[in-house]
């Protein structure tokens, strides 16, 4: 038998989850006390059970904690494989040393992600220097692709979408999605100067002016590289340009700014619970999580 256990913030996508897979959900709570320390406390699994922690790690510091406190209490307690949904997965753009003594805080959050779950279901995540998500994390690893129902919402929102990918990072994505929709794309180049500071420079678009620009990427965070290729795009075209992504991250005051520029509409996976998640990819993770808990199960009794 499998249970669901959602982390906090994660309760509406493991409901999808219980819906799509048939499994049983089970309760976990995370107390916090004046001083600063947690207490979590999860309904006890049947010995031999398979537990399913939920949990997307965005702002993910004061997540991870609870995360392991939550995962090693329900191996102690029975559980026999103990497996993470991380639909959003955190640090992934941080694997180099890009300046002496720097962490390279991808290949620490694989090691520990192999310290504490049996196998992992996560969505997109951003693999730029390592070519594979089993050089991060060595057990199971099931990826999920959102290209299919980015696409799918593109087609049912946008007429004649010429797709726009900020930088050369994009370029999987909007040639995905591209061929999926029989629709022109295009490639920005972006030079990085700071976290919030990036240049963008745009390819001719006078062939497509009454197409309608869909900014794509994986990622918004800070909203820079989204905003000023945005910023670009307005000079050139009438449509209102509409933004894209898989995960919708969003760092402060982010959204506001996309939404200053007059953006015609946002949309993002919910991978992340905001307000701009219109884009459910619930059915494909439960799918990747069936399949997960299937192996598992066959390696047990094969």
């Not at 949309?267 to 192996?295: F, G, K, P, R, Y």
């Amino acid at each position: 038998m499998t249970l669901i256990y959602a982390m906090p913030g994660n309760e509406l996508f493991a409901e999808l989850l219980m819906q799509h897979t048939g499994y049983g959900r089970a309760g976990l709570s995370v107390h916090s006390f004046p001083d600063g320390e947690t207490r979590v406390t999860v309904d006890t699994p049947l010995k031999g059970e398979q537990a399913v922690l939920v949990c997307s790690l965005d702002r993910p510091d004061p997540k991870l904690w609870p995360l392991a406190v939550a995962a090693s209490t329900l191996r102690e307690l029975g559980a026999r494989r103990v497996i993470l949904v991380a639909a959003y997965l955190a640090y992934m753009r941080q694997d180099a040393r890009f300046h002496p003594g720097e962490a390279i805080s991808a290949k620490l959050l694989g090691e520990w992600l192999d310290n504490h779950f049996d196998a992992l279901v996560t969505v997109d995540p951003h693999l730029h220097r390592y070519h594979s998500l089993n050089q991060i994390y060595s057990r199971d690893a099931r990826l999920v692709h959102a290209a299919g129902a980015l696409a799918a919402w593109i087609a049912s929102h946008v007429e004649r979408p010429l797709l726009v990918g900020p930088d050369d990072e994009s370029r999987q994505w909007v040639e995905a999605i591209a061929n999926l929709l029989c629709a022109p794309s295009v490639i920005a180049r972006k030079e990085r100067h700071g976290d919030r500071e990036v240049t963008i420079h745009l390819p001719e678009l006078g062939r497509w002016l009454d197409h309608t620009p869909v900014l794509l990427d994986d990622i918004i965070a800070s909203g820079q590289t989204m905003l000023q290729t945005l910023r670009s795009v307005c000079a050139y075209t009438t449509p209102k340009p509409v933004c894209a992504a898989v995960h919708g991250v969003f760092a402060e005051g982010a959204l506001d700014a996309l939404r200053g520029e007059g953006v015609g509409d946002i949309a993002t996976t919910n991978s992340i619970a905001t307000e701009t998640a219109h884009i459910d990819i619930s059915m494909q993770v439960a799918e990747a999580l069936t399949a997960v808990c299937n192996i598992i199960t066959e390696r047990r009794w094969g």
